[in-house]
């Protein structure tokens, strides 16, 4: 694949990651494209970030709904749910490989 292959299924993912989420607009993200390099710390703590705010919103959403609120609905609420619960699932799979390539990197005879 191309570099601009790359970049462009990159900036195709992030667009509709961020479309998915609602939560963090695709601009607060450093683009691949501008030849700077992105700081994966900063971007981790940004999808930390995003995860965090979707399971507020979903835990909020389920307080209205318990409480009978006049604009909280079952469907709003189970969606949010799913997106948070999603979000996290990627959050814990991205942590995992993060283990993985350290655990593999330490293992590595010098």
Known sequence: MSQID????????????SMAAGAMPATSLPAASNGAGVDFGTLFKQSIGSVAAQQNEAQQQVSAFERGDPGADIVKTSIAGQKADLAFRGLVEVRNKLVDAYTTIMNMPV
């Not at 462009?8 to 990651?17: D, F, I, N, P, T």
């Open 6 to 17: 790359v970049n462009s299924v990159l900036s195709q993912m992030r667009a509709l990651g």
